[in-house]
Structures are given as structure tokens and as C-alpha cells.
């Protein structure tokens, strides 16, 4: 699998969205975009795989990041709370 790292700069909050129409549903992240044509019943299974092992993904990652967040949170609660 080809990595690519991204810049925080082409993906933020406002970049990241879902949009249904008549024909279609996308899911955009920065510059890529994930169509999947609502009478296209095998690219709609694809999307269905790729949307499950994205939420997977997505709330493993979250949880490293709140973890950390945690652990930074405490060490500065520590650090002001020191006896010197």
C-alpha cells in the first residue's frame, strides 16, 4: 500500500465532508473524493468496506489522540502543582 502523508494545512475540519444527491454519495477528505453512484451496487458495497474500516480507523485513532491529550494534561497538572 502506497503511503501519503498529509499536510494539516489540505485537510482540516472544512474539508472534510459527506454530500448525498439524486445520483450520488461522496465522501470528500481534502482533495480526494469517494463517489459511489446510488444504482451502482458494487461500487456501493466498496464504499460500504471502505466507510466500515474508515470508522474503525477513525475511532482508533481518536482514542490514541485523546489518550495523549490525557497524558499531556496530566504531566502540566503535575508540573504546576510541583513543590519546589
Not at 499536510?7 to 444527491?21: F, N, S
Not at 468496506?49 to 494534561?73: C, E, N, P, T
Request: no cysteine.
Amino acid at each position: 500500500m502506497k503511503t501519503i502523508t498529509v499536510d494539516y494545512d489540505d485537510v482540516t475540519p472544512a474539508t472534510i465532508e459527506h454530500r448525498l444527491t439524486d445520483k450520488e454519495t461522496v465522501l470528500a477528505i481534502g482533495n480526494r473524493r469517494l463517489p459511489a453512484e446510488l444504482t451502482d451496487r458494487q461500487r456501493l458495497q466498496e464504499a460500504l468496506q471502505i466507510a466500515d474500516r474508515l470508522s474503525a480507523s477513525v475511532v482508533a485513532w481518536r482514542g490514541d489522540i485523546v489518550a495523549a491529550l490525557q497524558k499531556l494534561d496530566a504531566a502540566e497538572y503535575i508540573r504546576e502543582n510541583a513543590t519546589v
